[in-house]
């Protein structure tokens, strides 16, 4: 259950991101929810714990430098008090919903209250319905990632919605056991034979710059859809190196 809130993308954009489960009045209280460290306010002011936050992503990459919410904890909180609200920090950008803001908002089911702490600036996004485009998007670890990209190309394509799996807490954890292959049958895959040829909407199983298959991208005949971790969504051809990098293919069968 932990890892189920963790997906639904409490991760912020930047910077600190926090849960709100009682309704505020003015700006300031919500700001003061920021600022304050790592804390949830709950319908009863005398349960006020801390909540802790983590920055796994250690990585070059800008987009990976996030912190998250702690998963067990956010359990944790759910038993204390309602929430109502997420509270979420953009210290450098203005308080407008990013892409991956508004797929976690639509994933988390919550409002979201956006906040420049330096300007004290606020903006507000709700549910409403938003998908994030197939190309373009930017990757973010259980929002916008490759496994996304292919549960909403089947979902935009074929009208198919393929099942989520439990994601662990940090890309680090995810390299060193992918689970793709582990899940592809429980998702309604099976394994392509050796002699059987390709077909539009395939999936392939990659080794990204590891040993494990830690990549998944579409086969769209000569190109493939897919995201890599250091750039934003795209189509490219299937050149020698990605086809070398393939180590499973797999077509949806259920």
């Known amino acids: 259950m932990a890892n189920k809130y963790h997906r639904q993308g409490f991760l912020g954009a930047g910077l600190v991101t926090k849960l709100l489960t009682s309704k505020a009045d003015k700006a300031d209280t919500l700001l003061k929810l920021v600022r304050e460290a790592r804390r949830l306010r709950f319908k009863d ?3 006020f714990p801390k909540f802790k936050m983590k920055n796994p992503f250690t990585g070059k990459s800008k987009v990976m430098d996030k912190e998250i919410l702690d998963p067990e904890d956010y359990v944790k909180a759910t038993n204390l008090g309602e929430i109502t609200a997420v509270v979420h920090s953009h210290p450098t950008t203005p308080p407008e919903a990013s892409q991956a803001d508004k797929v976690a908002c639509e994933q988390s089911g ?7 702490p330096k300007t004290k600036k606020w ?3 709700e549910p409403q319905g938003y998908e994030a485009p ?8 259980g929002i916008t990632d490759c496994w996304s990209l292919v549960r909403d190309y089947y979902k935009q394509e074929k009208g198919i ?5 439990e994601r662990t807490i ?3 954890e995810f390299m060193k056991d ?3 292959e582990s899940y592809a049958w429980r998702t309604g895959f099976r394994e392509l034979r050796p002699d059987e040829k390709l077909q539009a909407g395939d999936v392939l199983l990659m080794s990204i710059l590891d040993s494990t298959l830690n990549h998944v991208a579409i086969f769209l ?6 995201h890599l971790t250091d750039r934003l969504s795209c189509r490219e051809p299937y050149s020698p190196w990605l086809l070398k990098c393939t180590g499973k293919r797999y077509r949806y069968a259920s």
């Open 178 to 180: 992918p689970l793709f």
């Open 134 to 141: 197939l190309l373009g998007r930017q990757w973010v670890w």
């Open 45 to 47: 002011k005398d349960k």
């Open 170 to 172: 940090t890309p680090e």
């Open 221 to 226: 005949g000569d190109e493939v859809l897919h």
């Open 123 to 125: 903006g507000y996004y």
């Open 110 to 116: 919550l409002p979201w209250h956006i906040v420049n």
């Open 161 to 165: 919605t393929l099942k989520d799996y």
